[in-house]
């Protein structure tokens, strides 16, 4: 226990990441899972050597980030956002600002840019996805995905909005044009805002109790009066309502219009 202290307050002054709001039983097996996998032998040698070779750290942190991420996850739960959800937004909003926030490999952010550009046709709507992992933000960026990626698209939607490239799939120019990505630490970096939709999903599963709360405190913050935080599966936001958030069917929660005021852009 010691040297995990050791690593986290390691991470903390070089890296400016902070594993303190994860939850410490479970991030210390991931790291030790981590370390096998790169062939240290134990943590202790590990910060041996990441005093001397400070890239190692941010190599254990790329291991670190678990990246389980496909387009239209959930599709019933998509289902609600294109049929209810977005139309609801669009028609109060106009141009629609979205954030995946821990995006992964960006097959979520471009499954909400596709349902934005049937909707909203050369609409002013913008996506942002952001993640921690640099190198799944390349992936995101260059748009390619295996088949088991977009088993939750339909024929109509692969042929409009992919090309088939080298044995994947690769989103079309036009849409990831629509697409921004970059790099974001939930926990540290401002949320910047006012944002329309907020989609944070399957990320928060292994922080504290009390980061969870301070992040979603953090979301309604960002969110404009009306708009929507949507959260993963397996994920409910406890005390939503004191927060300024209304839950309007499962998984999906509205800013209230007494809630916390929006931040700026």
Not at 138 to 167: I, K, P
Not at 171 to 186: G, M, P
Not at 224 to 247: D, I, K, M, S, T
Request: glycine share 8%.
């Amino acid at each position: 226990m010691r040297e995990y202290a050791a690593l986290v307050q390691l991470l903390r002054d070089r890296l400016g990441l902070d594993l303190g709001a994860y939850q410490p039983d479970s991030m210390e097996r991931r790291v030790q899972a981590a370390l096998h996998r790169m062939g240290v032998a134990s943590l202790a040698n590990f910060l041996t050597q990441a005093r001397q070779e400070p890239s190692l750290l941010q190599d254990l942190v790329d291991r670190l980030t678990i990246h389980v991420s496909e387009f239209f996850r959930n599709p019933e739960l998509f289902a609600v956002l294109e049929r209810r959800v977005l139309p609801e937004l669009r028609s109060r909003f106009g141009g629609l600002r979205v954030w995946s926030a821990g995006c992964s490999n960006g097959a979520e952010a471009y499954s909400v840019a596709m349902l934005l550009a049937e909707l909203d046709p050369g609409g002013g709507w913008s996506v942002l996805g952001t993640d921690v992992d640099r190198g799944v933000l390349v992936q995101a960026e260059e748009g390619c995905y295996r088949d088991a990626d977009v088993r939750h698209v339909d024929a109509a939607r692969r042929a409009r909005f992919f090309v088939r490239e080298d044995g994947l799939w690769r989103v079309r120019t036009e849409l990831r044009q629509r697409v921004r990505f970059r790099r974001h630490d939930l926990l540290s970096d401002p949320f910047g805002g006012p944002w329309h939709l907020v989609l944070c999903r399957n990320v928060v599963i292994y922080f504290t109790e009390d980061a969870k709360r301070a992040l979603y405190r953090r979301f309604v913050e960002a969110l404009q009066p009306g708009g929507y935080l949507f959260v993963g599966a397996a994920e409910q936001v406890v005390g939503a309502r004191e927060l300024g958030l209304e839950p309007t069917s499962p998984f999906f929660y509205r800013k209230s219009a007494g809630g916390s005021r929006a931040a700026s852009a």
